[in-house]
């Protein structure tokens, strides 16, 4: 096989919680992480030529060894000893610098795709362990699905997929650094944290209003107050029917989950009226 091609699928955040700041500096987190049907495009080529050739079809987005694919791709090549080298294109479609762990799972489709291409046998295990060093989502990004994530995002529990709604996903037109929204946060003063206990138990009974009630993302408190615009998409979401609404991750981005597509529609078109953001999709959990 000289070439594949994989999707790299998005995730959002049902429930995020963050449990005390480490001495070393990490966040202990809690967090229930879902796949989303929003995803990028990789495609790896072999060819003789030693190295890493990667091109990105989005100008800010660097096409160097600043990408985390490219970072996968070189730990893989040294850690394997691989003398030829690889061809690799990504096409963007996943909102950048959005709590959708764009880059993390962009990474982990990597370590998918030159297992496959230059017949590595490697367990998920270790592409995990490898992948952690690149970011704290790249392992959850590498199992995918429903997910429990603690520790810095290393320690994982596979959950059974919550029941089918309809998502909207709304990223409002700023960029957010996820290092300064954890530096801004003081988990020693949190006053609430998410049901996340709840939250899997709900999910264990495909309860999805058990579910909905218990979303909560502790990193709102500095996300939000520094951009009201993800407050008000959330309330055109509520107004429109959401069962509930959300930021996923460290943000911008919103997500309202919608018993029915209409409603998730037409609260699509009130946030694009409202101006309150340019991406906005209605999707659905993954797979
Ligand atoms: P997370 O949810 O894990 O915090 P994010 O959605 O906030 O991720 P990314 O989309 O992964 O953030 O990108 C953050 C920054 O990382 C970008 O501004 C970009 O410069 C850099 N970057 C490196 N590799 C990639 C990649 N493959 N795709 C997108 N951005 C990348």
């Given at each position: 096989?000289?070439?594949?091609?994989?999707?790299?699928?998005?995730?959002?955040?049902?429930?995020?919680?963050?449990?005390?700041?480490?001495?070393?500096?990490?966040?202990?987190?809690?967090?229930?992480?879902?796949?989303?049907?929003?995803?990028?495009?990789?495609?790896?080529?072999?060819?003789?030529?030693?190295?890493?050739?990667?091109?990105?079809?989005?100008?800010?987005?660097?096409?160097?060894?600043?990408?985390?694919?490219?970072?996968?791709?070189?730990?893989?090549?040294?850690?394997?000893?691989?003398?030829?080298?690889v061809?690799?294109?990504?096409?963007?479609?996943?909102?950048?610098?959005?709590?959708?762990?764009?880059?993390?799972?962009?990474?982990?489709?990597?370590?998918?795709?030159?297992?496959?291409?230059?017949?590595?046998?490697?367990?998920?295990?270790?592409?995990?362990?490898?992948?952690?060093?690149?970011?704290?989502?790249?392992?959850?990004?590498?199992?995918?699905?429903?997910?429990?994530?603690?520790?810095?995002?290393?320690v994982?529990?596979?959950?059974?997929?919550?029941?089918?709604c309809?998502?909207?996903?709304?990223?409002?037109?700023?960029?957010?650094?996820?290092?300064?929204?954890?530096?801004?946060?003081?988990?020693?003063?949190?006053?609430?944290?998410?049901?996340?206990?709840?939250?899997?138990?709900?999910?264990?009974?495909?309860?999805l209003?058990?579910?909905?009630?218990?979303?909560?993302?502790?990193?709102?408190?500095?996300?939000?107050?520094?951009?009201p615009?993800?407050?008000?998409?959330?309330?055109?979401?509520?107004?429109?029917?959401?069962?509930?609404?959300?930021?996923?991750?460290?943000?911008?981005?919103?997500?309202?989950?919608?018993?029915?597509?209409?409603?998730?529609?037409?609260?699509?078109?009130?946030?694009?009226?409202?101006?309150?953001?340019?991406?906005?999709?209605?999707?659905?959990?993954?797979?």
């Open positions: 096989m000289d070439s594949i091609t994989r999707k790299a699928y998005a995730k959002i955040n049902l429930g995020l919680d963050v449990i005390r700041k480490r001495p070393d500096g990490y966040h202990e987190v809690k967090m229930i992480m879902q796949t989303v049907d929003i995803w990028d495009l990789l495609k790896f080529r072999k060819i003789s030529n030693p190295g890493i050739f990667l091109s990105v079809d989005q100008q800010e987005i660097p096409a160097g060894p600043d990408n985390l694919v490219y970072k996968a791709a070189e730990m893989i090549m040294q850690k394997y000893h691989i003398n030829s080298g061809e690799i294109t990504l096409e963007k479609h996943i909102p950048v610098a959005a709590g959708m762990a764009g880059g993390s799972t962009d990474a982990a489709a990597v370590f998918h795709g030159l297992d496959q291409l230059f017949d590595l046998g490697m367990s998920l295990e270790q592409m995990q362990g490898m992948g952690v060093k690149i970011g704290a989502d790249v392992p959850y990004c590498i199992m995918g699905g429903t997910a429990l994530s603690e520790g810095i995002g290393e994982l529990t596979a959950l059974a997929p919550p029941p089918a309809t998502l909207l996903i709304a990223r409002p037109d700023i960029s957010v650094s996820t290092k300064l929204v954890y530096e801004n946060l003081h988990a020693d003063k949190l006053t609430k944290h998410p049901d996340i206990d709840g939250m899997i138990g709900a999910i264990r009974e495909r309860n209003a058990g579910i909905t009630e218990r979303m909560e993302n502790v990193l709102e408190t500095v996300t939000v107050k520094a951009y615009v993800i407050q008000q998409i959330k309330k055109a979401m509520l107004d429109k029917g959401a069962e509930n609404a959300l930021m996923s991750g460290s943000g911008p981005t919103v997500f309202g989950i919608f018993k029915e597509d209409r409603t998730g529609k037409e609260a699509l078109e009130e946030i694009k009226k409202q101006g309150l953001a340019s991406q906005v999709f209605v999707t659905a959990f993954y797979p």
